[in-house]
């Protein structure tokens, strides 16, 4: 069963555990009738105590969505669509159809409707905006943000920014743009949050032999020096290094008819199908946001409060200015 829970989140692991499987069961991955596993069983596969487990079960029976027959176990229960989901099926549908009309993939929908969902959050809470400076990393980080923040980061691009900047509160980008973002933005507050590559591709990339030639591949320069300085920061140093970005077409050839080793982020390595040599071991290069910076992230979002040069800032000043004239 495709569950996981996350200690550092943002919610109980009870919480998310019944998340997940309303969430199964509403994709049809669960059916109707299926038997889940036993509390203990789940637990121990889970990590968790025995105890939450049993009340995520206990929940979801009263909420309808599972039944419990003595010895015989927890079942998914039989369940009519929720008011609305027959409605909304088709309209989804057709979202999807209009945004890969527009060249716009599940990646980078997922990060706009996050964005518009944030749009409708709570007046007390501030507007977060998540800045990148290309689509792929964009939709990436904000996806990892989402799952992690109580409020959902609206997704800006690096060059949209002084347009979006009077709709937002507070804003967070990777520490290879935060000085960027702060001289765009010197009435904001901005987090800087640290990238890095997850531990498995590290270890992997220090135990290749010091003469192969590694091949890093980005899609744009500042993907390249941004993981180049990953690498060298925790004490690999590769003289063999070669990289290259997918807009350099002839480099990129020659990079990878050289490279024993092609390093790539799951989305750059997708786009390189077909093109790496047979006799290249690929690593995928996948990227995660520090979890202490998030959690700063989720502090100042926790005790934001309205400042006057903010958003909410402005606004109460054009309401004073309007209410000040004369009728």
Known sequence: MPLRVRRDGPLPIAEQIAAQLRGLIRAGRLRAGERLPPVRVLAGFLRVNRNTVAKVYAALERDGALVTTQGRGTFVAEVSSRPGEETLGPLIDRLLDEAAAHGIGEAELHALVVGRAAQRVRADRPRVGFVECNTSDLAYFSRQLAARLRVPPVPVLLSDLPRAASTLDLVATTMFHVEEVRRLLPHHEVVGLMAMPELSTLEVVAQLPSDAKVALVCATEEGVRSKERSIHAVGIRRPNLMTATLQQEGKLADVLRRADVVLASPKVLERLSGRIPSKA???????????????????????????????????????TRRAGRPA
């Open 281 to 319: 071991k690929v690593v995928a290069f996948a990227s995660v946001l520090n979890d202490g910076a998030v959690g700063l992230l989720e502090d100042r979002i926790r005790t934001w409060r309205p400042s006057p040069h903010g958003r909410r800032g402005r606004a109460a000043r054009m309401r």
